[in-house]
Nanobody
Framework: QVQLVESGGGLVQPGGSLRLSCAAS???????????LAWNRQAPGKQRELVAT???????NYADSVKGRFTISRDNAKRMVYLQMNSLKPEDTAVYYC?????WGQGTQVTVSS
C-alpha cells in the first residue's frame, strides 16, 4: 500500500513562500513515474479543494485560485512531489495533502497570517 508523508508546512506572512514536499513509499519508482500526482487542501469549514496536478509526462494543471503563484513538480527517482507556493495569501491557509492512486497523506498545515 502506498504511504505518503507531507512536510514543509508552517506559519508564513502574507506574500511569503513555502515549499511543501511529499514522500511516497510502498511503490517502486518505475511505477511511481507513470502516475498522476496531486496536491489538495482543506481550509476550516470548507470542502477539500484540488490545488494542482501533474501527470506522469509532466503536464500540470492548477486551480484558478493558485495559478501563477504555485508550482507543482516531481522527482520520480526519489518518489517525491513538491508544491512551491509563492505570494501566499491568508486564504491559502489550509491543511495540504498530496494524493497518489487514491491514497492520502496525513497533511501539513499551512497558515498565512501577519
Amino acid at each position: 500500500q502506498v504511504q505518503l508523508v507531507e512536510s514543509g508546512g508552517g506559519l508564513v506572512q502574507p506574500g511569503g513562500s513555502l515549499r511543501l514536499s511529499c514522500a511516497a513509499s510502498g511503490i517502486t519508482s518505475s511505477f511511481y513515474e507513470t502516475l498522476g500526482l496531486a496536491w489538495n487542501r482543506q481550509a476550516p469549514g470548507k470542502q477539500r479543494e484540488l490545488v494542482a496536478t501533474i501527470t506522469g509526462s509532466g503536464s500540470t494543471n492548477y486551480a484558478d485560485s493558485v495559478k501563477g503563484r504555485f508550482t507543482i513538480s516531481r522527482d520520480n527517482a526519489k518518489r517525491m512531489v513538491y508544491l512551491q507556493m509563492n505570494s501566499l495569501k491568508p486564504e491559502d491557509t489550509a491543511v495540504y495533502y498530496c494524493t497518489v492512486l487514491g491514497n492520502w497523506g496525513q497533511g501539513t498545515q499551512v497558515t498565512v497570517s501577519s
